[in-house]
DNA sequence: GCAGGCGTTGCACAAATGTGCAATCGTCTC
DNA sequence: GAGACGATTGCACATTTGTGCAACGCCTGC
């Protein structure tokens, strides 16, 4: 089918027009759906393309239409388990509707982010699609101020103009607290980061409000950075006391196994007769045999459809600084005790 | 510092221009490195670019340059803790050297692969980075008749053409078994996949023929694609026969953490005292208080060190098709009784 | 004071593409 | 057969940027 060229460099569709024997207008109409092309040329043109492994040039024809079709997603943390099915599906769905997704990871130091993210802006971006709520606001700020089409996932600071998809964080925090206390979970510990994430922070809240309204009071861990660690940290500060707690609300799953393991091989608990633990996420091991954790499940195929729906709409109108906020549903396993 | 501008679009080198009062040139100039600019005339262009927000658009720069700066990742079942550990590693160094990565799922349906993929020539990729044995080969072909520079990572097949990282699975393979063959093993299986990529087929190959110099069989196991489930679903299959096996080599962590949980959960089996297991890559669960998993290290560091090194050498010159091969170090944690 | 040289600047062209407009070609109808 | 109409094609210009070349201005040295 395609030969190897002589030159290191790409075809230009120049060189496919002459070898087919038309203009170049001819070829960058047989490339232009709904242009107007006669069969016959259309035929030479693909034939004389395929011939010399032509490939459109999107970063000239990007030049002429305001659609780059590159669509940015930044996020700290992409080796998440919650992330990587995040990036995951939100990939599959750009490419479902002819984008491609340009990956901005924030992890480095933040001279590093500054840079890559003036990267971003430099290749005109469609969009911007923040995926978590660890890269700093001026960030965010520099992207709206400059034009970008602005998505939010899971960041519930108010910024006036970009679009936001939430979770409803206290809602589920609270059905979580609800969950434990029919349980009969009375000593009830809050495992936490210290990332302090609005929408860990509204976990954080949510739960912590509703015990107050059962006349409850709740201890919270922060022991690191969210993750296992910190998690299992948190399970060793909070078991060795006294007056063990008898339940955990995990504002992550990452958190909920690391504690989880350290209850279970650190003091040797039974999970959950002895203690009852909540996580948030649904990331995949928390169904595995080892936790099958009792859990939030992030919805993000529905993430994932509303930002390709937004994107598509984009094509017509402006952003409009919508706001969506979908339910995180429980997901029943075994780590509560039936009630 | 910068203002919202009236229009839509992005800002121009001409309109910063017009505002400094200097010409086009200047404004381009300020931007390039090592370029002649006064310092005041380079100051008045700043100070209008910032007033603005302009930046410079890489689209057209690389109409220019051969460079674009983009490098495509292609790769399925990115959402895998390896995978994803892998993108986390790239995509910092690629941003340190002031690349971009350019991320293809190609896990969705083959049409949509291939649409995938041919955008990806279309931006003038700098480099192609093939991350796992699943896309098809005749993508890769593909790639490289377009004259794009490919990196294949952990593809033992042996193309002409692109640049190969590899990590030495067969040595690797020869260990595991020698380390359940000191600790007493003799009726072994080894737990794979029916995915069939040719580093998990090396794994196995490796294995099975350092226990056939041992005089020693070994049953192979392939319950589905690679993944938890597969390595439960083996585990079911392998442990329910009449004569168990003592040992197990899984060709993934994650197949040997499904491993595990069935020999655990469903079995009630002690590890390692009734069973030993192996496991290959070390995602992060393998060190996780619940399974304590040994196993062999992907040098995935090393491997992002070395894609660094070839990308910026291909600024002097061409892709030379080069081989590195890395080693695989086992990890020694607690699922192999100690000799 | 003048010539020479160096640093700086602007013009114009290059890169690869999309598209409006006019010209051309073919076909259909009367 | 001729006119008209519709489809197709090519020209030229647009998009944004980098850069060679020539000109310009300024400073220095004689």
Known sequence: MSELKPGRSFVSAQQVAELAGVSRSAVSRTFTDGASVSETTRKKVLEAADKLGYHVNHLARSLIHEDSGIVCLIGADINTPYHSRLIDAITRRLQAISRVAMVINTSGDSASVEAALRQTLNYRANATIVLSGTPPASLINTCINSGQHV???????????????????TAAAREAFHMLHRAGCRRIAVVSSNAGTPSLVAREQGFEEAAREAGLAVTIARAGPTGYGAGFEAGRLLLSGSDRPDAAFCVTDLLACGFMDAARVEFGMDVP??????????????????????????????IADHISALLEREEIGPATGSRACFHAAPVWRRTVRPK
């Open 273 to 302: 007769s002895e203690l009852c633990v909540v996580g948030f996420d649904d990331i995949e091991q928390a169904g595995w045999a080892s936790y099958q954790l009792t859990t939030f499940r992030q919805p993000i195929d529905q």
């Open 151 to 169: 998505i939010l996932i899971n960041r519930d600071d108010h910024l006036a103009g970009p679009e936001s998809i939430t979770v409803d964080n």
